[in-house]
């Protein structure tokens, strides 16, 4: 009996997008190959890696062996300032994985999500040039100048889709396994200039209405601000996702213990495949069609 098509939707965030090549590599031991990939970001790359048929141990090899300087040479400053980096450094290494090969001639059916940057609407790529979709897909706004695919400015898919359930089940999948690896708000550790009140300013001390330094206030940075803003947002549209069209499986990776950084990928592998083992056998009844 023929098992049912598996669809694979990997969500953005950054370097714990790690995480999807541990989801990957049990699946792959465990003969439960995904027919169908889906990714917006990080997710786009991973999906289309495997979509690609790099083999796992390649691309674990290239993410294990990543630097800071590695990871720096792609955020060159760039003229015009609509982002920090053109990401032409992001695109060279992108043709060195990919090479010209186009989506539709890839033997597993992918989509790379971006985010039309003139509409906000969201952008499924599923034709053309591997590397463009995939660096579409991975525009951080800021970070990288959005890209012109037909007459499209793309950014990054996480923006407006950053689990992209709707797409997966028209591409043919059957059972959708999804891995969401984005950041939690409460996990970030906010910090910032301590807010100090004017007799503290003055050094008047307050007797036994002391102002306690455990609890005082902090002004915390606009970058911080930003990115837990970003945070924020990411979070509630991927859980009104999962609300709207619900996978069959839901993978949510624990970095609690040690987070992954784009130099030090390895945990974030490792947690990627401790979830997917936890899983196994809810994937294995849902692609079976078992109650």
Not at 6 to 13: A, D, E, K
Not at 78 to 107: C, K, N, Q, V, Y
Not at 138 to 151: A, E, I, K, Q
Not at 211 to 232: C, E, G, K, W
Request: some cysteine; glycine content about 10%.
């Amino acid at each position: 009996m023929a098992r049912r098509r598996i669809g694979l939707v990997l969500s953005s965030g950054g370097a714990r997008g790690s995480a999807h090549i541990g989801v990957l590599e049990v699946l792959l031991e465990n003969g439960l190959a995904p027919d169908v990939v889906v990714g917006a970001s990080m997710g786009a790359h991973v999906g289309a890696a495997y979509a690609a048929g790099i083999e796992i141990d390649a691309l674990k090899d290239e993410w294990q062996h990543a630097s800071f300087v590695r990871t720096a040479k792609t955020l060159f400053p760039t003229i015009p300032w609509s982002g920090w980096s053109s990401g032409g450094e992001l695109m060279r290494a992108l043709r060195r994985h990919f090479g010209d090969r186009r989506i539709e001639d890839l033997d597993v059916p992918f989509a790379a999500v971006a985010t039309n940057l003139a509409t906000g609407a969201s952008e499924s790529i599923t034709t053309g040039p591997v590397a463009e979709a995939v660096r579409a897909s991975l525009s951080v706004p800021g970070l990288f100048t959005p890209v012109w695919l037909d007459d499209r400015l793309l950014i990054d898919g996480g923006v407006s889709n950053p689990l992209p359930l709707d797409v997966v089940r028209a591409l043919g999948a059957e059972v959708v396994i999804a891995v969401d690896v984005l950041v939690e708000p409460s996990e970030a550790h906010l910090s910032g200039i301590p807010a100090l009140g004017v007799r503290d300013r003055l050094g008047i001390a307050g007797g036994a209405a002391a102002y306690d330094p455990a609890s005082r206030r902090f002004h915390p940075s606009v970058i911080s601000v930003l990115f837990q803003m970003s945070t924020v947002f990411q979070k509630r549209l991927c859980n009104l996702s999962i609300a709207a069209n619900p996978p069959d499986v839901l993978l949510r990776p624990d970095f609690s213990v040690d987070p992954p950084n784009y130099s030090r990928v390895g945990c974030g592998i490792e947690a990627g495949a401790r979830a997917a083992e936890r899983a196994l056998g809810e994937i294995r009844r849902a692609v079976e069609g078992a109650d």
